[in-house]
């Protein structure tokens, strides 16, 4: 198949999301804002999603409204970003894992019916589980995922594969370790730390992190995650080697590390510790992550590491006010 070209129809599924709206954004930039089609089952907290091009509101689990979407606009890419992430699924297992597994269907059974788009669906490091080897975790090994969300990205990394081998779907995807970036605000992930801390930090008000200050877990900057995404999908297909999902690495750091490295722009900043349920699932998930055949397969090479991207949230939240949680009230 070739690249996609920059004329081409893209559905972005689950846009108001953390990931959702940056990516919707960087795709408008590239294909044009018209060409691309923002849908989420809510309307949009952020007005430039519907204002700056077309929305759909959009429920994954409703398949006719799917398919009417889908027949309207045909899209030539299709990414399916509507999930309930870790720590929200565990407290709603039987609807995280109808959400995540029935909406992945929706989308491909639509894809195979209107046109076979090629597909973009994020899985995770959820995947791997307390019997993975946790340093330097390998594309492929032990996977034994111990909450709603891992055990529904495996399960979906699977079939996947057998979409691709069954029927010539172009599906891709990345597990993505913890995403952070300045412009949306948490969404119930276990890594959601990273994003909050930034946000109290800038507020001027301490933090309380629910994990121990030396926990640590795979990192990425949301800039190097729509580079990640962008590139697998642009990628010719005869480089995708691996159908189930590529392993994706940028960073690794604790809780007292990104304490560290936002103290050296704000000193007075203070952080204090009171894990709970979240420890157990981070206890379970790698801390750093072997992305090699990422690397050979479609020439990955993150852009940012720990300082560089505390240097360039703090100088966003700063200068671009609505982008801040309203924190301030609790100071």
Known sequence: MSTPGTG????????????????????RQRYGASNVIAADVRLPKHPELAQAGPFEQLDVLDRARLGEVMQR????????????????AEKQPEFGWQLNMD???????????????????????????PNTPRDNTPQ????????????????????????????????????????????????????????????HAVHGLPYQCFLQQDTYLPMMYM?????ATLDLMHAP??????????????????????????????????????????????????KSIDDSRA???????????????TADMLQHLQQEPEYLAPLAAAK
């Not at 999301?17 to 919707?24: D, R």
């Not at 909406?103 to 589980?129: H, T």
């Not at 370790?177 to 959601?192: A, C, E, M, N, V």
């Open 295 to 309: 690397r050979e397969d479609w020439g990955w090479q993150p852009q940012f590491d720990l300082d560089k991207m």
């Open 73 to 88: 606009y045909r899209p030539k890419q299709v990414y399916h970003l509507a999930a309930l992430l870790s720590a929200t």
């Open 237 to 286: 297909a005869e480089q995708i080697k691996i159908r189930t999902s590529y392993n994706l690495g940028a960073m690794s750091f604790s809780p007292a590390e990104i304490t560290r490295s936002i103290q050296q722009h704000l000193p007075d900043f203070q952080v204090t510790y009171q894990p709970d349920s979240r420890q157990q699932i981070a206890d379970s998930w790698p």
């Open 103 to 129: 909406g992945l269907f929706n989308v491909l059974n639509a894809a195979l019916e209107y046109d076979k788009p090629r597909i973009y669906w994020p899985s995770s490091i959820a995947v791997f589980g």
């Open 8 to 27: 081409d129809t893209i559905l972005v599924i689950g846009a108001g999301g953390q990931l959702g709206f940056e990516l919707t954004h960087e795709l």
């Open 223 to 227: 800039p190097d995650a729509l580079k």
């Open 140 to 199: 492929y090994t032990v996977m034994d995922p111990g909450t709603v969300y891992g055990i529904s990205k495996q399960a979906g990394e699977l079939w996947l594969d057998w979409y691709f081998r069954r029927h010539g779907l172009d599906v891709r995807s990345l597990r993505y370790p913890g995403l952070i970036g300045y412009k949306s605000l948490p969404g119930g992930g276990t890594t959601d730390y990273a994003v909050d801390i930034y946000h």
